[in-house]
């Protein structure tokens, strides 16, 4: 079901709590409303839909995947950019990393150690600060 977007800095400030199995719904709310909004977004979070999971969606080229419970352990080549978001207005300045790798569960619970590199992981890493509670 495709949910409202969530513009509140307050709720949107807040760290998400590990997923479970219970909440596989959240996974199919935040695709279809990914779905909905890929003319001008790339990935979101849960919080962004009003649920404090840590749950991630984002757009691999044309194909969109979930990250559950993902936690980047390594990050290496950081460089400045701006991004925007959904969820905000303008665009804000932010460092991120070229290459990324990331613990974390497919949308059928299953584990995966990954690397990610370029745009991916810039996505995976802006995501990622929305379940820590960091807006940019």
Same mark, same amino acid.
């Given at each position: 079901?495709?949910?409202?977007?969530?513009?509140?800095?307050?709720?949107?400030?807040?760290?998400?709590?590990?997923?479970?199995?219970? $909440?596989?719904?959240?996974?199919? $709310?935040?695709?279809d409303?990914?779905?909905?909004?890929? $003319?001008?977004c790339?990935?979101?979070?849960?919080?962004?839909?009003?649920q404090?999971?840590?749950?991630?969606?984002?757009?691999?080229?044309?194909?969109p995947?979930?990250?559950?419970? +993902?936690?980047?352990?390594?990050?290496?080549?950081?460089?400045?950019?701006?991004?925007?978001?959904?969820?905000?207005?303008?665009?804000? +300045?932010?460092?991120?990393?070229?290459?990324?790798?990331?613990?974390?569960l497919?949308?059928?619970?299953?584990?995966?150690?990954?690397?990610?590199?370029?745009?991916?992981?810039?996505?995976?890493?802006?995501?990622? $600060?929305?379940?820590?509670?960091?807006?940019?």
């Amino acid at each position: 079901m495709i949910r409202p977007i969530v513009h509140d800095p307050q709720q949107l400030q807040t760290s998400a709590t590990p997923a479970t199995r219970a $909440d596989a719904g959240v996974i199919t $709310d935040l695709l279809d409303t990914l779905k909905a909004h890929q $003319d001008n977004c790339v990935g979101m979070a849960a919080n962004m839909i009003g649920q404090n999971k840590r749950i991630i969606v984002i757009l691999v080229g044309a194909f969109p995947i979930a990250l559950v419970n +993902p936690q980047i352990r390594q990050q290496r080549d950081a460089f400045q950019t701006e991004e925007g978001c959904l969820s905000l207005d303008g665009q804000r +300045p932010t460092t991120r990393y070229q290459t990324i790798t990331v613990d974390y569960l497919d949308q059928q619970f299953i584990p995966h150690h990954q690397e990610f590199t370029g745009f991916v992981a810039q996505i995976i890493q802006h995501e990622v $600060d929305h379940c820590n509670g960091i807006l940019i």
